[in-house]
């Protein structure tokens, strides 16, 4: 009868392991450390119609006419934190007034809820700068679409993109930047 219930407290003692050991995986998904997301999206173009000027553009009537094309508002090159993360990151204002934030040549690792996050918080290098990118004033801006190539995340209307002058590759499962970015006027 002992022999039995030392059986069972084995078995027990097991599936407890072994649900433990599943649920870890699951939350830390570290296959997507060796899987990447590729995304080679194109710059988009919007067509020129009248607009009004954006707020980080001249209002006189004697300013240069807006430009047709897409134009570089501002620019920044990421730094390593959590993990070792390169590429450039711009804010585009479109023909039509509307902005984009542009990841260009971004190569990092993938992982579990990676976001854009535009914070005010300065980018910081070293382990300093892993972690404060969600203390301040913060907007996530979408889910990281893949963690290699170009890709574009349009900006909310009437959104003041320069009151967050930084970028960061977010995890929010971990709360920590894998790379982050310092946006400077172009």
């Known amino acids: 009868m002992e022999s039995?219930?030392?059986?069972?407290r084995w078995a027990a003692v097991v599936v407890?392991?072994?649900?433990?050991?599943?649920?870890g995986l699951l939350w830390f998904e570290p296959w997507a450390l060796w899987v990447d997301e590729t995304v080679n999206e194109a710059l988009p173009s919007a067509?020129?119609?009248?607009?009004?000027?954006?707020?980080?553009?001249?209002s006189s009537a004697s300013a240069a006419?807006?430009?047709?094309?897409?134009?570089?508002?501002?620019?920044?090159?990421?730094?390593?934190?959590?993990?070792?993360t390169t590429g450039v990151v711009r804010i585009v204002r479109l023909a039509d007034g509307t902005h984009t934030?542009?990841?260009?040549?971004?190569?990092?690792?993938?992982?579990?809820?990676?976001?854009?996050?535009?914070?005010?918080a300065p980018v910081k290098e070293g382990r300093e700068g892993w972690d404060v990118f969600d203390d301040g004033k913060h907007?996530?801006?979408?889910?990281?679409?893949?963690?290699?190539?170009?890709?574009?995340y349009p900006l909310p209307a009437d959104f003041d993109w320069s009151a967050y002058?930084?970028?960061s590759i977010w995890?929010?499962?971990?709360?920590?930047?894998?790379?982050?970015?310092?946006l400077a006027r172009a």
């Open 165 to 167: 002058p930084s970028v």
């Open 139 to 152: 907007v996530d801006l979408a889910e990281l679409k893949g963690n290699k190539g170009d890709q574009n």
């Open 16 to 23: 407890a392991g072994l649900a433990v050991a599943v649920a």
């Open 47 to 58: 067509s020129a119609t009248p607009r009004r000027p954006a707020a980080d553009e001249p």
């Open 101 to 120: 934030l542009r990841l260009e040549g971004l190569d990092t690792s993938n992982g579990p809820d990676l976001r854009v996050l535009l914070s005010d």
């Open 65 to 84: 006419p807006a430009p047709s094309g897409p134009v570089t508002v501002a620019r920044g090159t990421f730094v390593s934190h959590e993990h070792a």
């Open 171 to 182: 995890c929010d499962r971990f709360d920590v930047s894998f790379g982050a970015a310092a």
């Open 4 to 8: 039995v219930t030392r059986k069972r």
